[in-house]
């Protein structure tokens, strides 16, 4: 349990540092700072939720889709959300291993969405720890 606290103390702190970036007007420092810090974000939101599912639910999921589709069932999660999270899980392979500008723009407008899930899911986990 000390781990998973670690961790979400990490999270909830790149989570306020990532949102800065969102808030800023933009330009393509702000779009490719605020990228980063969502690839940042998604790798501990899905290590999170891994350690959370393992620790109070016993759970193993071996991959961030899996661990996703797992949570729905543990947290308050619509079908929706549950898609937003498989489909940041696919921009994020995409980010980092293709660039283009347009991949860029269309990915920075779908971090304020992936902020939002991330962050709702953050605060259901540290309800229940």
């Known amino acids: 349990m000390a781990y998973l606290k670690e ?19 933009y330009s393509e420092i702000v779009r490719d700072a605020a990228i980063q ?3 940042f974000n998604y790798e501990l939101l ?11 639910e016993g759970v193993d999921c ?7 589709r797992a949570l729905k069932g543990v ?8 898609l937003l999270c498989l489909r940041m ?6 980010s980092v291993h293709t660039y283009s500008e347009s991949l860029a ?4 407008q779908r971090t304020k969405k ?15 720890v």
């Open 7 to 25: 961790k979400l103390d990490l999270f909830e702190k790149a989570l306020k540092s990532w949102e800065k970036f969102l808030k800023e007007p």
């Open 62 to 68: 071996g991959s961030p889709k899996s661990c996703f």
């Open 75 to 82: 947290i308050r999660l619509s079908e929706e959300e549950v």
């Open 114 to 128: 992936y902020f939002e899930i991330a962050k709702k899911i953050f605060g259901e986990i540290h309800k229940m």
């Open 89 to 94: 899980v696919d921009d994020r392979n995409l």
């Open 46 to 56: 899905w290590k999170c939720v891994k350690i959370f599912l393992k620790e109070n």
């Open 105 to 108: 723009k269309a990915l920075y």
């Open 37 to 39: 810090r969502y690839e």
